[in-house]
């Protein structure tokens, strides 16, 4: 059976529970080896760690941008000493989930905008000063991200970690790569009108990508039911991480690909992009 990293996915989210162990072990069950927890603010910090050293699992810790509105600068601080007290956690393997929303009206404007970008520029410096890759949100704002990425790189220096989800234009693409970075793909790829993400999905580097489900968010295509359908009470289906190795499959169609060889290849991705999962991977 190939082996898969589902590089994000929010495993303590209230979706999952009432069968989280059972939601866990479905995923395990289809070939899914390690799932990454990316925390979203100090309330979860605990939460991503306990469920990572429950289910042999990795997480992030992280004050994700939508939660900027709500946080105070001292959970910087916070952030800084939790990053200092697990240095030796061997499933600590990221800062994240960080980034900036331009897509949410609220935050695309002052004074949250300039908020968000406090806040981003702030963990980038922990992820330089902790030695960590970094798990970024990218929505509607590659271009300002990779700003503050060139900006806070030390010359000649490159950076480790993936943009999440992302969906952005060739160039920004090239970009990030230049940059370190991977990127992930996850359920919106499944989509047959998402022309541009597929095109890239099959065209870029075998080497970029790295896989995700993003659980519960960002369901794939067959779990996905339109406002029409919910108004008729058709529920939508839950995204969990055992969908990973069908949305694999998309992708691997796409590229003219055997299933196996992209999960090698993802796999790779995936423990080049945060060094530390090789070592669980290998437990």
Same mark, same amino acid.
């Given at each position: ?29 289809? &070939? ?10 100090? +309330? ?19 004050? *994700? ?7 105070? =600068?001292? =959970? ?22 960080? &980034?900036? =929303? ?45 700003? *503050? ?10 950076? !480790? &970690? $993936?943009?999440?989800? +992302? ?20 359920? @919106?790829?499944? +989509? !047959? ?20 489900? =993003?659980?519960?968010? $960002? ?23 055992? !969908? ?37 991977? @290998?437990?």
């Amino acid at each position: 059976m190939p082996v898969w990293i589902d590089t994000h996915c929010h495993l303590d989210a209230a979706e999952f529970s009432g069968d989280r162990a059972a939601m866990r072990a479905r995923a395990a069950a289809a &070939g899914v080896a390690l799932c990454v927890l990316p925390a979203v603010g100090v +309330f979860n910090f605990a939460a991503v760690r306990e469920l990572a050293h429950q289910f042999g699992d990795a997480y992030a810790l992280g004050i *994700h941008p939508l939660y900027v509105k709500q946080a105070q =600068d001292g =959970d910087l601080a916070l952030l800084d000493a939790e990053l200092t007290l697990r240095r030796a956690d061997p499933r600590l393997v990221a800062v994240g989930e960080i &980034g900036l =929303d331009y897509f949410v009206p609220e935050l695309s404007d002052s004074p949250l905008r300039e908020r968000q970008e406090f806040f981003y520029r702030a963990q980038l410096g922990l992820a330089r000063k902790h030695g960590l890759p970094v798990i970024l949100h990218v929505r509607r704002s590659a271009d300002r991200l990779l700003k *503050h990425l060139r900006e806070l790189a030390p010359p000649g220096e490159r950076w !480790e &970690g $993936i943009a999440h989800a +992302f969906n952005g234009s060739d160039q920004q693409a090239g970009e990030f790569l230049k940059l370190g970075l991977k990127l992930g793909f996850g359920g @919106a790829v499944t +989509f !047959e009108r998402a022309l541009q993400l597929r095109r890239l999905a099959a065209e870029l580097p075998l080497s970029a990508l790295v896989l995700e489900t =993003d659980a519960p968010d $960002i369901a794939p295509h067959w779990l996905y039911t339109t406002a029409e359908q919910r108004a008729q009470g058709q529920a939508q289906g839950r995204n969990e991480p055992a !969908e990973l190795p069908q949305i694999a499959g998309v992708v691997a169609q796409l590229r003219g690909l055997a299933v196996d060889e992209l999960a090698a290849a993802s796999s790779a991705n995936a423990l080049s992009a945060l060094p530390r999962l090789a070592q669980l991977l @290998a437990c």
